[in-house]
């Protein structure tokens, strides 16, 4: 007869996490709208952020959307042809009547992602975009203009983009292009919005990293062993 209570009992499946698939880093799709392409001297005028999280099968899901209207900083540079293209007016009331100046917009938003990254085990927050590193000088910028670095969850330097992510799985890097490609409904009569633009990036990384296997665990180890050896 055989001794069962000395037996190794069978490993138990854990709930997958969002911070063991990005080693620690929150994955947060952001966007933003500006009244040109400089980002020390064009206004951010929109920002919208929406973090990824993961489900009990290892999916990847979008959480909820942050976002604000963001009144242009003192002496910031508006291009008449960045607000033609972008269809943002500053000076409209209803607009003025919802925006927010720099440090209360981003110090209210990296509160949020700084809970939700707290709540899932992450380290830190990594930003993910359509040609992200614009984004991310952007935010940047912003962050130097209001004295905020210390409040925000972002890497300042690492990102995940989307634009790259795009090339390898279809062969294109334009956002409402791939997402066609991707079997996304994309209207671009909405384009050009920080929310919708963000919720179509999101939308495109999560059905990228959903459909696109991973080495296995061991696979990874293995390589990891080898490489310390050589």
């Known amino acids: 007869m055989k001794d069962t209570d000395s037996q190794t009992p069978p490993d138990t499946a854990t709930t997958p996490s969002i911070a063991e698939r990005f080693r620690g880093f929150l994955p947060v799709v952001v966007d933003v709208e500006t009244a040109g392409f400089n980002a020390q001297t064009d206004a951010l005028l929109e920002i919208a ?44 009331p209803m607009r003025k009547a919802i925006s927010e100046d720099e440090k209360t917009a981003l110090r209210r938003i990296f509160k949020a992602l700084k809970a939700i990254k707290k709540e899932h085990g992450c380290r830190q927050c990594i930003l993910v975009g359509h040609n992200a590193h614009f984004d991310l000088g952007f935010l940047n910028a912003a962050i130097a203009r209001t004295n905020s670095k210390n409040h925000s969850p ?72 080898k490489n310390n050896e050589d």
């Open 154 to 225: 972002f890497h300042a330097f690492s990102v995940l983009d989307t634009a790259t992510l795009a090339a390898l799985s279809f062969g294109h890097t334009v956002l409402a292009r791939t997402c066609v490609m991707a079997g996304i409904e994309f209207n671009n009569d909405n384009a050009h919005s920080a929310l919708y633009d963000t919720q179509k990036t999101a939308e495109l990384f999560c059905k990228i990293c959903n459909e696109t296997p991973m080495l296995n665990k061991s696979a990874q180890t293995d390589d990891l062993s």
């Open 49 to 92: 952020c929406i973090p990824i999280l993961m489900d009990e099968q290892g999916k990847l899901y979008q959480g909820k959307a942050l976002g604000a209207h963001i009144e242009p900083f003192a002496g910031a540079n508006l291009e008449a042809s960045a607000l033609k293209f972008t269809g943002i007016n500053p000076n409209s």
